[in-house]
């Protein structure tokens, strides 16, 4: 199975670009890489995702190594909202989600 | 749209009692999916349905179960309750296979259960 390695926590300053990056070397040909968000124990909260090319929409931006072993998650103007935290996640077999255990990420004032 | 709708947001059991927890997807949604999150374990995948099928099954004991209506709401069940089942109970709801590549999973805020 595809499996997820993130740091457990990390703290950027607010306005500054957040880089959350994500290690999953056992990632199949055809698995997409998922990013999620949790805040204070609500539902998690579709970020973005990609396969193998670099991808943005209005929330970030995902980089996405050409060996597909890693990638980063971008925040580009983080703001105390975006306190949350992050999960990078492979879908394993069938339809399940393997979230890891995620990195805590603390925007400071 | 409306998003995914768990009821009920909290609740209390003691142990040995059983508990059924309910999920209304987002409306056109066929694919329902149940996670355990836990601050030992982190979040945990249970099961997930599709058309009234369980498609696939996370690694749990068989106190936990769970069924899928024709209009697609799902209900998961625990029986003979135990201490270590509290946990925050979040359903997710998907359609076809192509928004499932595109988007992923949308995920409901939870049924907080705590068993006493």
């Known amino acids: 199975d595809a499996k997820t390695t993130q740091p457990p926590s990390m703290d950027c300053a607010e306005g500054r670009a957040a880089n959350l990056p994500c290690n999953h070397s056992?990632?199949?040909?055809?698995?997409?890489v998922y990013w999620y968000r949790q805040i204070h124990s609500q539902g998690p909260q579709y970020i973005i995702h990609?396969?193998?090319n670099n991808e943005t929409n209005e929330m970030a931006s995902l980089i996405i190594t050409e060996d597909r072993k890693s990638s980063t998650l971008i925040l580009p103007h983080a703001t105390l909202r975006d306190t949350a935290v992050y999960y990078c996640?492979?879908?394993?077999?069938?339809?399940?989600?393997?979230f890891g255990t995620g990195t805590s990420l603390t925007v400071i004032p | 749209k409306a998003g995914v709708t768990q009821t009920p947001r909290y609740l209390i059991k003691t142990r040995g009692q059983q508990v059924t927890l309910s999920c209304s997807p987002i409306?056109?949604?066929?694919?329902v999916s149940w996670y355990q999150q836990t601050p030992g374990q982190g979040l945990q995948f249970l099961f997930e349905?599709?058309?009234?099928?369980?498609?696939n099954k996370g690694n749990f004991p068989g106190r936990f179960s769970g069924r899928q209506f024709s209009n697609s709401r799902s209900e998961m069940n625990v029986s003979t309750l135990e201490l270590g089942d509290s946990a925050l109970y979040l359903c997710?709801?998907?359609?076809?296979?192509?928004?499932?590549?595109?988007?992923?999973?949308?995920f409901g805020s939870g049924t907080r259960l705590t068993v006493v």
């Open positions: 997710a709801s998907s359609s076809e296979i192509y928004d499932r590549e595109v988007y992923g999973y949308t």
């Open positions: 056992t990632i199949s040909g055809n698995e997409y």
């Open positions: 990609g396969l193998k």
């Open positions: 996640i492979v879908r394993v077999t069938g339809n399940q989600f393997y």
């Open positions: 409306s056109g949604h066929r694919s």
């Open positions: 349905y599709f058309s009234e099928t369980q498609r």
